[in-house]
């Protein structure tokens, strides 16, 4: 089914990003890491990018982080422009993330806080 819908894509296509869906994306039960699924995606010079289990440059804390981020300003809000979704997360990450919400991971403390707890025991 992969080498069908790669072998149906236009010429002129030299990069395009296939992810992981739900219902009825045919990709959805592809085997990513598989040898064939991984030569054709060669035979058709397309850019992977997945690691490899235990990398330490995986993606997870960014993709809690990202979740974070949606359940807790983007869920439920509307914007009216772009500049007003942007300026809402950057207040959210400069102001409320980094200096007052507490994180399990840093003993119950904000970011702000737990570096200057490392500043005044120097």
Do not use: W
Request: proline share 2%; net charge positive.
């Amino acid at each position: 089914m992969v080498k069908r819908c790669l072998s149906r894509m236009s010429g002129k296509l030299s990069r395009t990003v296939l992810r992981r869906g739900k219902g009825s994306n045919p990709f959805s039960l592809v085997d990513y890491a598989s040898y064939e699924y991984q030569q054709a995606l060669r035979n058709y010079q397309f850019v992977t990018s997945m690691s490899r289990k235990g990398n330490c440059y995986d993606n997870a804390c960014m993709e809690s982080f990202f979740g974070t981020l949606k359940m807790e300003l983007i869920y439920g809000n509307r914007f009216k422009t772009r500049a007003e979704a942007r300026q809402a997360v950057f207040e959210y990450i400069e102001i409320f993330y980094n200096r007052i919400r507490l994180h399990s991971s840093l003993g119950y403390m904000s970011p702000i806080e737990y570096e200057q707890s490392f500043k005044l025991a120097a």
